[in-house]
């Protein structure tokens, strides 16, 4: 599904590095988790799988289903069916939730010609996901984003996910800022969009998302690189020893 | 030494149309502000206002209806129409029992204080207007709708009063059209006094093609408990200036000012308030949204002033603006006046781009980057006339915003 290959990211405006040769490769099906310290180039590594344009790639290469995802525009990449679910969704004052999903719903269908989805059929299936998700219609006729607590918002991005059916999708600290009945819900979402044609990066601090969503596998990210990868049990390991020893090992 | 003032093309025009006296004298001793007149620092009128064309000799009674049905009405409004610069009463609507009306031609004007230039050129150009009152406890769901269309390069000027008793409540909507291309000149002043604990909705809708010029003045005055709203949208017109002076003169008032003002490219539009808080415990909350495109150029002048005795007032001001040319060009000019110690009073300017970061979420949604620019335009402005009850009335808005941005975004 996606292959990312020696990737180098500096930030554009004053030029640090962030990610530093960063491989990976993660199959159509597959969850694949990150893990790592803060400061280890987690969320950067998401914002330039989505295209922010406040990074710059120097070297490596990202293939998307075997196109250089690198060269497409953030509206682009989302219509090629890549999603991703913000650390901090924005709040955008003035622009109806509602509206805001049927303008990237139907802009990603006329990106991918395909037909517009008419009103009824729109809010048929926006009322069918939110449901799942305990997501009141009250709530999409606000302002997107604009004075949800920190689980509506991400319930919110679920709700997207849901609504876009990426097959690519991101999830960035997703658990952040979550209580433990919150996080079931977020997590129970993501799994009903679990399937064999979808793959998910799934980035943490904590194992405890991922009691949640089991992943298939686990990639440690240091200093800008993967530097151990393993199953499921390696997220255990990180749980209870920490990072240092994985780290140390690398060294 | 006194210099003879060397008048301009304007006010040789304007002092050959001399109504009144005092104002001929006037505007001879004077002429008309420069940038160096503080009310009109950003607004050069003597400068800006290059000519004045003649005031309309006859209106043709068979063109009006026709000429009127070319515009969408805004909302069920009971319409008393104006046409270049004359009443129209054939096309008038019934007005309600509680309303009643008369029309004055040739209204005489007191030229005003040395810095209004606006009720100087009303005085000495002339004006026609109609008097308006509204008896105590008339209650109406359906506003009062006075348009005024140019359609011709004409001197248009009108001079309103409006009394509203006590606990009424009613709209007005105040819409100004002419099509582009006309070269008019509307002078519109209008009088209006708010009885106590009367609710009040007073709309300004200023839709005037790319050639036209439009100098507004509404004078406001507020008695106890009472609660005025003005909406002010400004989509059109050359060269335009919207005064709004409000006396709040009775304790428990509350004025409300929510206003847009979409510049476009070879616009200038100034809008310019004066709120003096008389009393004490009175509120105002004043919210501006600006978006400027092209070359056009903004001008937002909020005075708030407090009175000695005016404890306890609360007086708020915002004004926020959208620059998305490199030539856009907008002045805001926040200026507090407080001679109470015991207010809360407070102004925020600010003038921006889009957010990147919004931007970049819409994008990464799907949404291509032209629309989620004109969302985000659209956002910024519509919020502002979130609360309007009356949905007809906010959907013409909203609809007359969307129609300005698809044309100048």
């Known amino acids: 599904m996606i292959e990312i290959k020696n990737l180098h990211v500096k930030i554009a405006e004053d030029g640090t590095e962030i990610i530093k040769g960063l491989n990976l490769s993660v199959e159509a099906g597959e969850v694949a988790a990150i893990m790592g310290p803060n400061g280890s180039g987690k969320s950067t590594l998401s914002y330039v799988l989505a295209g922010k344009s406040d990074y710059e790639v120097t070297e490596g290469e990202v293939l998307y289903k075997g196109k250089n995802l690198l060269e497409m525009e953030p509206d682009e990449r989302a219509a090629e069916g890549v999603f991703l679910a913000f650390q901090y969704p924005m709040e955008i004052p003035g622009v109806a939730t509602m509206n805001f999903l049927k303008a990237a719903m139907n802009s990603q269908r006329k990106a991918r010609g395909e037909a517009e989805f008419t009103t009824p059929d729109f809010i048929k299936k926006v009322k069918a996901a939110a449901g799942g998700l305990g997501i009141s219609m009250d709530m999409l006729k606000r302002a997107l984003n604009v004075g949800f607590s920190g689980g509506e918002k991400k319930r919110a991005e679920i709700l997207q996910m849901a609504l876009l059916e990426p097959t690519l999708c991101v999830l960035d600290e997703t658990d952040s800022g979550l209580d433990i009945d919150a996080l079931k819900i977020v997590s129970d979402g993501v799994n009903a969009l679990r399937s064999p044609d979808r793959a998910f990066i799934v980035i943490t601090h904590y194992q405890r998302l991922l009691e949640h969503i089991v992943p298939d596998s686990v990639h440690v990210l240091h200093e800008g690189r993967i530097i151990q990868s393993g199953d499921k049990d390696l997220a255990l390991h990180l749980e209870e020893n920490g990072y240092a020893d994985v780290i140390a090992n690398a060294a | 030494m006194n210099v003879a003032l060397k008048h301009t ?26 940038r160096r007149v503080e009310a009109w620092h950003y607004t050069d009128l003597r400068n800006l206002l290059k000519t004045v064309p003649a005031a309309a000799s006859a209106v043709d009674a068979g063109k009006v209806e026709a000429s009127f049905n070319t515009y969408k009405r805004l909302t069920h409004a009971t319409r008393l129409p104006f046409m270049n610069g004359s009443y129209i009463p054939a096309l008038a609507d019934e007005t309600p029992i509680g309303v009643l009306v008369s029309y004055d031609e040739a209204k005489s004007s007191d030229p005003g204080a040395d810095d209004d230039a606006i009720g100087l050129i009303n005085s000495i150009a002339g004006s026609n207007g109609l008097s308006l009152n509204i008896k105590d406890g008339t209650k109406f769901d359906k506003p009062i709708g006075l348009a005024q269309l140019v359609d011709d390069n004409v001197y248009c000027g009108t001079n309103h009063s409006v009394a509203i008793g006590k606990d009424a409540k009613i709209s007005i909507i ?100 004066r709120l003096s808080h008389n009393v004490p415990h009175t509120t105002a909350n004043e919210t501006f949204r600006n978006v400027v495109t092209g070359n056009g150029k903004g001008v937002f002048q909020g005075q708030i002033k407090v009175a000695q005795p005016a404890q306890k007032t609360d007086a708020q001001m915002a004004c926020n603006t959208l620059l998305l040319s490199d030539d856009a060009d907008f002045s805001a000019k926040p200026e507090l006046e407080i001679f109470a110690d015991d207010v809360i009073c407070a102004h925020g300017a600010t003038v921006t781009d889009i957010d990147e970061d919004h931007l970049f979420y819409l994008r990464a949604r799907g949404i291509p980057e032209t629309d989620a620019r004109a969302l985000l335009v659209k956002a910024f402005v519509d919020e502002i006339f979130d609360d309007l009850e009356d949905e007809t009335f906010k959907d013409a808005l909203v609809g007359l915003i969307n129609e300005w941005l698809d044309n100048n975004g």
């Open chain 2, 9 to 34: 093309a304007a006010e040789e025009t304007l002092l050959a149309m001399g109504n009144s006296a005092a104002a001929i004298a006037k505007l001879q001793a004077i002429g008309l502000p420069t």
């Open chain 2, 174 to 273: 105040e819409r100004h059209i002419s099509a582009d291309g006309i070269a008019g000149h509307a002078n519109a002043i209008t009088n209006l006094t708010v009885g106590e604990n009367s609710e009040v909705l007073w709309a300004i809708v200023q839709e005037h093609g790319d050639s036209a010029t439009h100098l507004g003045q509404l004078n406001i005055t507020l008695a106890q408990n009472a609660k005025l709203t003005v909406l002010a949208l400004n989509c059109g017109g050359k060269l335009v200036r919207q005064e709004i002076n409000v006396d709040s003169n009775g304790e428990g008032a509350h004025l409300e000012i929510l206003g847009v003002n979409l510049v476009g490219d070879g616009s200038h539009i100034d809008v310019t308030t």
